[in-house]
């Protein structure tokens, strides 16, 4: 089984990136995503969950309106697009899988900084 991100990087404020996770070893369509992160110093903080078809969303407070959750599961993949990024979504951001197992990716750096 395998999680794994990309598409981390140093971005000024204001700015967009678009992480990906692909997963491999399990079934994919059989399980919700989600994105975590954690800053430095701060607990792991849940950032948004798709359902297994993609039909229902859900993002924390902080980030409505800014990210958008989304999964290809025909590619075995999920994206975060992030956009108009501040300082305080800085942090390395994980996907993980929760379904009849836990599974969760080695994590990208996310640095927003000018």
């Known amino acids: 089984v395998q999680l794994v991100e990309s598409g981390g990087t140093l971005v000024q404020p204001g700015g967009s990136l678009r992480l990906s996770c692909v997963a491999s070893?399990?079934?994919?369509?059989?399980?919700?995503m989600r994105w975590f992160r954690q800053a430095p110093g701060k607990e792991r903080e849940l950032v948004a969950t798709?359902?297994?078809?993609?039909?229902?969303?859900n993002y924390v407070d902080s980030v409505k309106g800014r990210f958008t959750i989304s999964r290809d599961n025909a590619g075995n993949t999920v994206y975060l697009q992030m956009n108009s990024l501040q300082t305080d979504d800085t942090a390395v951001y994980y996907c993980?899988?929760?379904?009849?197992?836990?599974?969760w990716g080695q994590g990208t750096q996310v640095t927003v900084s000018s």
């Open positions: 993980s899988a929760i379904g009849a197992s836990a599974y």
């Open positions: 798709i359902s297994r078809t993609g039909d229902i969303t």
């Open positions: 070893g399990f079934t994919f369509s059989r399980y919700i």
